[in-house]
């Protein structure tokens, strides 16, 4: 079973500051996603990254795929109060639509 | 983008009832659909894979028998809580991939239930 571990677990941060968002994982995904849920709705896809080194920007998240796929990051620039929010990343399986869910990292940007 | 559309939204239903909660794919179809758990504050847990036109495949620990998953079309799933405890109470949430589109899975609005 592959695990996907998240970090950091929980981040609150001022509005206008930058962080990070880290997802690892000692196995090998065929693509990783990443997804946004907000309290009492279903998570909404935000992006799919294939390729070892991808990058992808979606206004100001940028997400990145590591080289080998085991890991990806998410970084958001200047932060605002709409980006607090559950992040969830997910790898899958080669060959399999199933996938691995990160345990998520909840983040609250205060205004 | 793809939609998928879950419903009940929400549900209160008495113990010892049974309860139907449905998913669509409304503008792609799909072979595949998943049926996911959330308790506060964790992230997903599949519950099941749903086949169209065969028998579920369920995740070590689910009782097949509690949660039973009917995908009769390539557009609709649909997963029954059978005699709802308190403790089955929780959000379900189901996902599908289009057929044809690789990797990408859409989620559902999710479902909340409640067993009084």
């Known amino acids: 079973t592959q695990l996907l571990e998240q970090s950091p677990q929980f981040l609150s941060i001022q509005e206008g500051e930058n962080l990070t968002v880290y997802c690892n994982s000692s196995?090998?995904?065929?693509?990783l996603q990443w997804y946004r849920q907000e309290p009492g709705e279903g998570p909404v896809l935000l992006v799919t990254?294939?390729?070892?080194?991808e990058v992808k920007k979606l206004k100001r998240l940028t997400f990145q795929f590591g080289d080998a796929r085991k890991d990806s990051s998410l970084h958001i620039t200047a932060a605002q109060p709409g980006d607090t929010g559950l992040y969830l990343c997910?790898?899958?399986?080669?060959?399999?639509?199933?996938?691995?869910f990160g345990k998520g990292t909840k983040l609250s940007v205060i205004p | 983008g793809a939609v998928v559309s879950q419903h009940p939204s929400w549900v209160i239903c008495k113990s010892g009832t049974s309860v139907k909660i449905e998913c669509r794919s409304l503008?792609?179809?799909?072979?595949?659909m998943f049926w996911y758990r959330q308790f506060p504050k964790q992230s997903l847990m599949l519950m099941a894979t749903?086949?169209?036109?065969?028998?579920?495949?369920?995740e070590q620990g689910v009782e097949k028998d509690k949660f039973l998953i009917n995908h009769a079309s390539l557009t609709l799933s649909t997963l029954t809580v059978t005699s709802a405890h308190p403790e089955d109470s929780s959000f379900y949430i189901c996902?599908?991939?289009?057929?044809?589109?690789?990797?990408?899975?859409?989620f559902g609005e999710g479902s909340w239930l409640t067993v009084v």
């Open positions: 996902s599908a991939s289009p057929t044809d589109s690789g990797n990408t899975i859409y």
């Open positions: 196995s090998v995904f065929s693509s």
């Open positions: 990254v294939v390729t070892g080194g």
């Open positions: 997910a790898g899958d399986e080669a060959g399999s639509y199933q996938l691995t």
């Open positions: 503008d792609f179809q799909a072979t595949t």
């Open positions: 749903s086949n169209e036109g065969s028998k579920a495949t369920y």
